[in-house]
């Protein structure tokens, strides 16, 4: 995970991306019958957010850039933590 993404925002919104773009990787890895891979994933990748969403506010931000880039993250943040959830049989909440 030593993606280079130049934001503004420092290495939060790099390590976002990072484990964003890890998703299709541990996939593949999974194809070993190893479901144990998704869930470390999933709850590392909500880990993550959690740290980047204490530390940016989404809708409170000094640009609308800044506030655009922040929802994006946060929606596929949702979207991937779904997703992989469903491959594991468990069903996630529509709002937290």
């Known amino acids: 995970m030593n993606l280079k993404i130049r934001s503004q925002q420092g290495f939060n919104v790099t390590r976002m991306y990072s484990w964003l773009l890890c998703f299709v990787p541990v996939l593949f890895q999974c194809t070993d019958n190893r479901p144990s891979v998704i869930a470390n994933y999933v709850f590392h990748l909500a880990k ?3 740290s980047f969403y204490a530390e940016h506010s989404v809708t409170n931000t000094e640009s609308e850039e800044k506030k655009i880039l922040r929802l994006h993250i946060a ?3 949702a979207t991937v933590i ?4 469903q491959l594991l049989g468990i069903s996630a909440p529509e709002r937290m």
């Not at 779904?82 to 959830?85: C, V, Y």
Request: charged share 10%.
């Open 48 to 50: 993550t957010f959690n």
């Open 75 to 77: 929606v596929m943040t």
């Open 82 to 85: 779904k997703s992989g959830l």
